[in-house]
């Protein structure tokens, strides 16, 4: 699928392909494309697209690199969809001196939220590398509200752990949280890996000195590619301390696993303990010896019976006085 959209008055319009022509667009986004869409785009700008094999290349040369007078830069970006986990998959960003054409085989969110941003307010999107910057902005935002999502859902978590332990806890929802623990783990690792490789492509733009083959950030634009790169920056530390926070949960939360398995165990323990003294007796007075002076009384049973119950509530007592039940 192909969209586009042009700069009119200052703000981001999406544009009629039936009526207009692609070299009219400012921002032109290739959405899982098909082998024809692609012809057309290459062949209305001038430009090779790199195929979906090119994109998933993770060598530095292949990511960012300079061929004919077009800057390519490929990220890894999150999709995050409603009902499943979040996606992760390259985005390649074709940057020519006066529009952008972005590439992708996922959907992420921070497309629509810059689109939908930018036909609302007013933007100075002139170029390429414009468009490109208000694009990478969205997507750092999408990235920071992605992480204090993830917060709110560690605290939670922590709190279920810890609710665990208590004598009203479930032992079966240790299981849940475990997957839980596992989801919000793989959800860290996407983050920091599309924050890894966006602050790649900013340090790249940022370092790179004004070329004649292809466009490079303006004075204009450096205070703006700056600041997001400083939000990345803080957003890698934020990224840090969530998987470490993530290594506590799982930690805590097999440590409760195995207090509970010992609790069990206890248990068991303590009940073959109390029930060893009266097995004992049972044994004696169930030997078949002739001379056993207590088969003759007529109180001999009773008494057997009672010295079973007492040598069984004995350590039951005993147990509940050392505090260890």
Same mark, same amino acid.
């Given at each position: 699928m192909i969209k586009a959209w042009r700069s009119r008055q200052h703000r981001l319009e999406p544009l009629d392909l039936a009526q207009r022509s692609l070299t009219e667009a400012l921002w032109i986004d290739l959405d899982c494309p098909t082998e024809a869409e692609e012809d057309s785009v290459e062949a209305a700008l001038r430009i090779?697209?790199?195929?979906?094999?090119?994109?998933?290349?993770?060598?530095? #040369?292949?990511?960012?690199?300079?061929? +004919?007078?077009? /800057?390519?830069?490929?990220?890894?970006?999150? @999709?995050?969809?409603?009902?499943?986990?979040?996606?992760?998959?390259?985005?390649?960003?074709?940057?020519?001196?006066?529009?952008?054409?972005?590439?992708?085989?996922?959907?992420?969110?921070?497309?629509?939220?810059?689109?939908?941003?930018?036909a609302r307010h007013d933007t100075a999107l002139e170029t390429g590398l414009d468009a490109l910057m208000g694009?990478?902005?969205?997507?750092?935002?999408?990235?920071?509200?992605?992480?204090?999502a993830e917060a709110r859902q560690h605290e939670v978590l922590s709190k279920a752990i810890f609710a665990a332990h208590r004598p009203s806890g479930k032992a079966e929802t240790l299981g849940a949280v475990l997957q839980r623990i596992g989801r919000a783990e793989a959800m860290n690792g996407k983050v920091n890996e599309s924050l890894a490789t966006i602050l790649r492509l900013?340090?790249?733009?940022? #370092?790179?000195?004004?070329?004649?083959? +292809?466009?490079? /950030?303006?004075?204009?634009?450096?205070?703006? @590619?700056m600041a997001q790169l400083q939000d990345l920056r803080s957003l890698r530390e934020v990224a840090v301390a969530q998987s470490e926070k993530v290594r506590f949960l799982l930690d805590?939360?097999?440590?409760?696993?195995?207090?509970?398995?010992?609790?069990?165990?206890?248990?068991?323990?303590?009940?073959?303990?109390?029930?060893?003294?009266?097995?004992?007796?049972?044994?004696?007075?169930?030997?078949?010896?002739?001379?056993?002076?207590?088969?003759?009384?007529?109180?001999?049973?009773?008494?057997?019976?009672?010295?079973?119950?007492?040598?069984?509530?004995?350590?039951?007592?005993?147990?509940?006085?050392?505090?260890?039940?």
């Open positions: 090779d697209i790199p195929t979906r094999e090119d994109m998933q290349e993770i060598e530095v #040369s292949s990511r960012i690199y300079r061929e +004919g007078g077009v /800057l390519f830069l490929t990220a890894q970006i999150i @999709a995050s969809p409603e009902a499943r986990d979040a996606e992760i998959g390259p985005m390649t960003f074709a940057v020519l001196a006066d529009r952008l054409v972005t590439v992708h085989y996922h959907h992420p969110r921070s497309l629509t939220y810059f689109a939908d941003w930018a694009l990478l902005e969205a997507m750092v935002d999408r990235l920071a509200d992605i992480l204090e900013l340090t790249y733009l940022t #370092s790179a000195p004004e070329v004649a083959d +292809g466009p490079s /950030l303006q004075v204009r634009q450096l205070p703006v @590619a805590a939360t097999l440590g409760v696993i195995n207090i509970r398995q010992s609790d069990v165990i206890k248990i068991f323990s303590v009940v073959a303990f109390v029930f060893l003294p009266p097995t004992l007796i049972a044994s004696i007075y169930g030997m078949n010896f002739v001379h056993m002076p207590e088969l003759q009384w007529t109180w001999g049973y009773p008494m057997a019976l009672g010295l079973m119950v007492v040598s069984a509530v004995v350590p039951w007592l005993i147990f509940r006085w050392k505090k260890w039940l």
